[in-house]
């Protein structure tokens, strides 16, 4: 078992506590205990006792974690130190070597990287910038075969925002059906629609087979609570909980404690709509900028997530851009190269308004320039 370096997290881990601004991340910038929480609560959290957590989170989290899904229990409910633990788990209890995985690209490369490291067979089909950043289904189709144990869904879409519609979710869910495959779909981007309409989840296709990961890093802005979950069947939750036992034990104390208090009904639509007002505001103010490079860039605006996926005509290789950027002006950015897409960048615009405006400015130095 030998895994491949994963560039894009390696490259964060190293420069983004580095830089000055930060336009990596995708998802908002995160408040304080103190600007995100009443005295009372904030109380609690400092009277908690820090033991261990719940080994598949407490029973009051599972409840709002299965209060935000049609006909779900806690029982449906597996919660993990963030949806990226969720994700390995999923390739440690299903996958094999010499098994088959179709996978969306572009996407987050957590998944397709691990599951390489297991032996797995990794297949891609793509989402197509001419179709706004959706895939074509006979494309899925065409990838499926007897060997296929799983399908692999990034919805909405890291890197490019895009949203699946509802019927497109449930032909995918079709096809997976048909094939006796597992469907695997992170929706960790799910309620930061700038639309402010929540998209479907893949929960609703009813399938036995389908896993749903999600968590509070993005739409929550929520990062550094690592808290995730799984919802699925009963009986993938009890396996999924059984090698759970072995990589984190439990979820933090006071994670489990934040989190169920946040995803509350009342308060879980306080935090979102907090986030989709951000996102629209400095949407558009990343669009204005854009602008003022007319004929430099090709952009289809996200349709949720903090990430704005741009192609760009300057006569320059990704990573060199990035690097250039970071080291002339301390602002990182995400190169296309670390999706294996050259010629895009992926800008985050979910910083706080002030830096966004300050961190644009200093890469208009560096552009300007080419």
Not at 87 to 102: F, K, S
Not at 137 to 156: A, F, G, Q, R, Y
Not at 346 to 369: E, N, P, T
Request: aromatic fraction near 12%; include cysteine; charge should be negative.
């Amino acid at each position: 078992m030998k895994f491949e370096t994963f560039t894009l997290e390696r490259q964060q881990s190293i420069w983004e506590n580095k830089v000055e601004y930060n336009l990596s991340e995708s998802g908002v910038h995160p408040g304080s205990l103190n600007s995100l929480f009443d005295k009372k609560f904030v109380d609690e959290i400092n009277n908690t006792e820090l033991t261990y957590g719940f080994t598949e989170g407490s029973l009051g989290l599972r409840k709002a974690i299965a209060d935000i899904y049609d006909k779900a229990n806690p029982e449906n409910v597996q919660v993990f130190n963030g949806s990226a633990e969720a994700n390995m788990v999923a390739c440690l209890t299903l996958l094999e070597p010499g098994d088959e995985m179709i996978y969306m690209v572009p996407n987050y490369l957590q998944i397709q990287g691990f599951a390489r490291g297991l032996g797995v067979d990794v297949k891609p089909f793509y989402l197509h910038e001419s179709l706004n950043w959706k895939p074509q289904l006979d494309e899925i189709k065409n990838l499926v075969s007897s060997k296929t144990k799983m399908i692999c869904i990034c919805n909405p879409n890291n890197p490019t925002g895009s949203v699946l519609s509802k019927n497109m979710v449930f032909e995918i869910g079709d096809i997976a059906r048909q094939a006796g495959a597992w469907i695997l779909v992170d929706e960790v981007y799910r309620g930061a629609e700038l639309s402010g309409e929540e998209c479907t989840s893949f929960w609703d296709i009813d399938y036995d087979k389908a896993i749903v990961n999600c968590g509070l890093s993005k739409a929550y802005g929520l990062p550094g609570l690592r808290l995730g979950w799984s919802i699925a069947s009963e009986d993938y939750i009890q396996d999924a909980w059984a090698t759970h036992d072995y990589t984190s034990i439990a979820i933090g104390r006071l994670s489990d404690l934040i989190a169920t208090h946040v995803l509350q009904r009342t308060n879980r639509k306080k935090f979102l709509t907090a986030t989709q007002t951000a996102l629209r505001n400095n949407l558009d103010l990343f669009q204005k900028w854009l602008d003022n490079y007319p004929g430099r860039f090709r952009f289809i605006p996200p349709q949720a997530g903090a990430m704005a996926f741009v192609h760009y005509e300057f006569d320059i290789n990704s990573t060199k851009l990035v690097e250039k950027v970071r080291d002339e002006v301390s602002v990182m950015l995400v190169a296309g190269d670390w999706y294996g897409m050259d010629r895009y960048l992926r800008f985050g615009y979910g910083a706080k308004q002030d830096d966004l405006i300050i961190a644009l400015d200093r890469i208009d130095r560096v552009f300007k320039a080419l």
